[in-house]
């Protein structure tokens, strides 16, 4: 790494989707998720999302967007996930009821 690929900005990817706990999927009992994390490209972001998840426990998921950010956010819920994310881990936002 050259220092010039210090002062670029990392790419933070930002997943939309919802998750299941059960195999069922019933519509009604899907969890809404925001996931941030670093990766290299689409593909990369997509099959780390759906490990973390997993490795969380969720039974099933369903991915709707995927994005990148485009610096920090000013939302306090997403603050400490996008520090997450800059340090290298996949942060997972539940927006349960």
Known sequence: ??????????TVYIVIGRVWENEDGDPDAAIPVHVL?????DDDAVRRTLEALSSQGFAEAELDQIGVMDGEPDDPVYEGAYQDALSGNVA??????
Do not use: E, G, H
Request: avoid cysteine.
């Open 1 to 10: 790494m050259n220092d010039n690929d210090q002062d670029l900005d990392p």
């Open 37 to 41: 994390l670093k990766a290299p490209d």
């Open 92 to 97: 997972v936002v539940t927006r349960r009821d």
